[in-house]
């Protein structure tokens, strides 16, 4: 069986954690339980996982605290699992830095299939050819999921890159908030629109703070996000 990685969950469940031990394993990655949130931010950093599984509600440290400290350092895809439905705005509003999330209850299989297409937007941004977008200072390669801002490496979330990619490569373009959420959602989910404001929000933010001088992301009222 291949290796495709190693998935960290930070689950305090054990029924629940075993479920997704055994449905990760038999798509050949490999799993590292954490069954409280005492010490996930050290494990996470120093283990390098291709993706996390991060319950909501743990003992120690809530998930919420863990993924804003693991996004201070590190841009793995994290997806958040939580039992508490007035959380899921919030949570995919990414104001934490998810990239996913799923309700519980659930099906393992709905999870490993959920990391997948956050490791696939991660490695495939786009379907042409092109591996390089270059506009104005900004500098993105396909190949290599990386985002120069002058000269500084700015680090993106997988649904960021997808987004900056999108619209630099057509400047000047209006994309809609329904648009955008298709890029970053495949699966057609229905999400709430706020979910593209909050992505837009840390990425104009990480963007900016590479460069305060520039500002190439504007929002186009009632409509949805432009680079020009």
């Known amino acids: 069986m291949s290796h495709n990685g190693l998935i960290i969950i930070v689950e305090d469940q054990e029924k629940i954690a075993n479920i997704l031990v055994e449905f990760f394993q038999l798509d050949g990655f490999e799993t590292l339980v954490l069954p409280d949130g005492k010490n996930a931010v050290e494990q996470i950093l120093n283990r390098t996982p291709t993706a996390v599984i991060l319950d909501l509600m743990l003992p120690y440290k809530d998930g919420l605290t863990i993924c804003r400290e693991v996004r201070q350092k590190s841009n793995v895809p994290i997806l958040m699992l939580t039992a508490r439905v007035d959380e899921i705005d919030r949570l995919?509003?990414?104001?934490?830095?998810?990239?996913?999330?799923?309700?519980?209850?659930?099906?393992?299989?709905?999870?490993?299939?959920?990391?997948?297409?956050?490791?696939?937007?991660?490695?495939?941004?786009?379907?042409?050819?092109?591996?390089?977008?270059?506009?104005?200072?900004?500098?993105?390669?396909?190949?290599?999921?990386?985002c120069k801002v002058g000269e500084q490496l700015v680090e993106l979330t997988p649904v960021e890159f997808r987004l900056l990619s999108t619209l630099i490569k057509k400047p000047g373009t209006v994309f809609?908030?329904?648009?955008?959420?298709?890029?970053?959602?495949?699966?057609?989910?229905i999400v709430s629109t706020r979910t593209i404001d909050s992505h837009m929000k840390n990425l104009r933010n990480k963007l900016s703070n590479a460069s305060p001088e520039e500002n190439i992301l504007h929002a186009v009222y009632g409509i949805g996000y432009k680079a020009e």
Request: contains cysteine; aromatic residues 8%; glycine residues 4%.
């Open 92 to 146: 995919m509003g990414l104001e934490i830095g998810a990239d996913d999330y799923v309700c519980k209850p659930f099906s393992a299989r709905e999870v490993v299939t959920r990391v997948k297409v956050i490791l696939r937007r991660g490695n495939s941004v786009s379907a042409t050819n092109e591996l390089q977008i270059h506009y104005k200072h900004i500098h993105i390669n396909l190949e290599r999921f990386s």
């Open 176 to 189: 809609s908030r329904d648009s955008l959420m298709n890029t970053c959602y495949e699966d057609e989910r």
